[in-house]
């Protein structure tokens, strides 16, 4: 069994930064990808940021720059590292666990609010 266990989440002003962090337990692959996504009511779940365990990084367009996302592959564990947050990066923000064979797993979310 993989439980995901975020934490880090919160309100923030406009400019300002937050770091979010996901603990990963149970039988986990040393290959494998680790991601945040994020959700607003109403639209699609949507790719944050995601990190491979050889190293590659991938970033939406919109937090390009802004984000960086990193991981302790010893302690399974990653983060996100958010400034210069804006109102529109308001959301339930979810770690991810994706490992060969089709494995998907999903934290439980953790609120992000930008306040303008």
């Known amino acids: 069994q993989v439980r995901l266990v975020e934490s880090g989440g919160g309100l923030v002003q406009a400019g300002g930064s937050l770091r979010l962090s996901c603990a990963a337990s149970g039988s986990i692959f040393r290959i494998n990808t680790m991601g945040w996504y994020r959700q607003v009511p109403g639209k699609q779940r949507e790719l944050v940021a995601l990190?491979?365990?050889?190293?590659?990084?991938n970033y939406a367009d919109s937090v390009k720059g802004r984000f960086t996302i990193s991981r302790d592959n010893a302690k399974n564990t990653v983060h996100l590292q958010m400034a210069s947050l804006k109102p529109e990066d308001t959301a339930v923000y979810y770690c991810?666990?994706?490992?060969?064979?089709?494995?998907?797993?999903w934290g439980q979310g953790t609120q992000v609010t930008v306040s303008s």
């Open positions: 991810n666990l994706k490992m060969p064979g089709g494995y998907d797993y």
């Open positions: 990190t491979i365990s050889g190293g590659t990084t």
